[in-house]
């Protein structure tokens, strides 16, 4: 191998071809033998829900750190709508590159101008409002709250989809939301033995309505999504609200304001849109490809006990024991209706999904292309 390497690029491709024929006549022999096949398949498969496994608690702690970035920010003295707006700006080139690397899918017509317009206003919808009222839900109520409020969403989702598309909710799911709801009300209940908080109610009706705005966004994307393929309509939607995003900014607030808060704003920033962002979908949607959708749902249940965990080292939050129990029923309620959600006799059902599996289903890893 040394004297392929200083002999030239040519020595160095015919040595790794060599090498490659060794070892592809060294696996042929053992499948012959029929020795070695099952082990290397099964050690490969291994790897893969091990990889897997890994991509989907990164991407799930990743997820659960913007209600952090998003604090840490505030005392700096940024308002909510800038740190959209920055947050926006600073994940626009990433979403902008899937969209020119994205085709529709050939088997089915392209998108008509309806459907495209259809689909910026769902991200509109979806990524606009719902972020906006994400962050301004987080000026009067703790991280751990905001998460837990919005980690009950997958319950707007099935009651839209009832009235809207008229599907139909099975006995166990009603049972879900009910246990889902009744966590809730524990960690409503529990906040009265907590420390006072200003405004905390019209926080929790902020972050409510943004999980159902985002609920709209991810029932009306149902149908579009087919038509443009998943990684063109995402990028296609979170353009949309960038744009409206920053024209908002523009109506509201002097250009000028955004580039003079302190550095520490950025850096925040590039966490929420990069670290809270595109990273975690990239990285779950490779993990979904491993794992499968329902096991992937199971490992991002870790993204609300990330939040509370890091909510409690780095902003000193705190849950009562009260809170504590409503957190753990949300979670079984919203897993068990994740899991209520497919028919073990249909293939092409998915589950309710959690936050992050419906960000990253919309948004598949086109830097492989």
């Known amino acids: 191998m040394k004297y392929a390497v200083r002999g030239g690029r040519k020595e160095l491709k015919d040595a790794i071809s060599g090498l490659h024929i060794t070892l592809t006549t060294f696996a042929v022999g053992c499948a012959k033998c029929g020795k070695y096949t099952f082990l290397g398949a099964h050690t490969r498969l291994m790897s893969n829900k091990l990889s897997g496994v890994l991509m989907i608690l990164v991407a799930a702690v990743g997820f659960s750190t913007k209600g952090i970035f998003v604090k840490l920010a505030y005392p700096y003295g940024i308002d909510g709508l800038s740190l959209v707006t920055l947050r926006m700006l600073m994940a626009f080139p990433f979403f902008a590159f899937i969209a020119w690397q994205s085709k529709p899918p050939a088997a089915v017509l392209a998108p008509n101008r309806k459907e495209w317009l259809a689909a910026v206003v769902l991200g509109v919808v979806g990524y606009y409002?719902?972020?906006?009222?994400?962050?301004?839900?987080?000026?009067?109520?703790s991280a751990s709250m905001e998460r837990l409020i919005l980690f009950t969403y997958p319950t707007f989702v099935l009651l839209l989809s009832a009235l809207w598309l008229r599907k139909k909710i099975s006995i166990v799911q009603i049972g879900a939301v009910a246990l889902t709801y009744l966590g809730m009300g524990l960690v409503f209940a529990g906040q009265g033995n907590a420390a006072p908080q200003p405004y905390f109610w019209w926080g929790v009706a902020y972050v409510l309505c943004s999980a159902l705005t985002y609920a709209a966004y991810l029932v009306g994307s149902e149908q579009l999504v087919p038509r443009f393929g998943s990684a063109l309509f995402t990028a296609i939607a979170l353009m949309g609200a960038g744009l409206t995003t920053f024209l908002h900014y523009l109506c509201a607030l002097p250009l000028a304001q955004l580039w003079a808060y302190p550095w520490q704003v950025y850096a925040l920033s590039v966490g929420i849109a990069v670290g809270a962002t595109v990273v975690p979908a990239l990285l779950f949607s490779s993990g979904i490809k491993r794992l499968g959708a329902d096991n992937a749902s199971i490992a991002a249940t870790l993204g609300p006990i990330a939040?509370?965990?890091?909510?409690?080292?780095?902003?000193?939050?705190?849950?009562?024991?009260?809170?504590?129990?409503?957190?753990?029923?949300?979670?079984?309620?919203?897993?068990?209706?994740?899991?209520?959600?497919?028919?073990?006799?249909?293939?092409?059902?998915?589950?309710?999904?959690?936050?992050?599996?419906?960000?990253?289903?919309?948004?598949?890893?086109?830097?492989?292309?």
């Open 129 to 141: 409002l719902a972020s906006m009222l994400d962050f301004i839900g987080l000026q009067y109520i």
């Open 307 to 369: 939040t509370l965990l890091m909510a409690y080292s780095i902003l000193g939050e705190t849950i009562n024991a009260v809170q504590g129990l409503g957190a753990v029923v949300i979670i079984t309620g919203v897993l068990w209706m994740s899991r209520a959600g497919r028919k073990p006799s249909s293939v092409a059902e998915k589950p309710a999904p959690s936050e992050s599996q419906n960000i990253a289903s919309h948004t598949e890893v086109v830097l492989e292309k």
